[in-house]
């Protein structure tokens, strides 16, 4: 069993940045690939971030690429999502994961173990 604690949202005016983090309870974390999805008011969770369990490969919505940033603190069993040049289409609730099995990072079917989430709501 892996704990997943999110932490870092909050209210942030457009145009403004969050750094998420997302603290793992195991030792075993190096070995979960790790990802972060959202989930919006009356819509469907949907994919943000994800990142290999060696934190060699990266992986990035088309909404997020190039304003988003995964990384991973193996040392401190910590994963983290900075958010840059955050937009009103940004608010959501937003959950880190661990996959450990073989499956796709965009699935979140495929991920074992999840946090409670972090809201993270931006102003006009």
């Known amino acids: 069993q892996v704990q997943l604690v999110e932490s870092g949202g909050g209210l942030v005016q457009a145009g403004g940045s969050l750094r998420l983090s997302c603290s793992a309870s195991?030792?075993?974390?190096?070995?979960?690939?790790m990802g972060w999805f959202r989930q919006a008011p009356g819509k469907q969770r949907e994919f943000v971030a994800a990142?290999?369990?060696?934190?060699?490969?990266?992986y990035y919505a088309d909404s997020v690429k190039g304003r988003f940033t995964i990384s991973r603190d193996n040392g401190k069993n910590t994963v983290y999502l900075q958010t840059n040049n955050l937009n009103l289409e940004d608010t959501a609730v937003y959950y880190c994961?661990?996959?450990?099995?073989?499956?796709?990072?965009?699935?979140?079917?495929?991920?074992?173990?999840w946090g409670q989430g972090t809201q993270v709501t931006v102003s006009s």
């Open positions: 195991r030792r075993t974390f190096i070995s979960y690939d």
């Open positions: 990142i290999s369990s060696s934190g060699g490969r990266t």
């Open positions: 994961a661990a996959k450990l099995y073989s499956g796709s990072v965009y699935r979140s079917g495929d991920y074992n173990y």
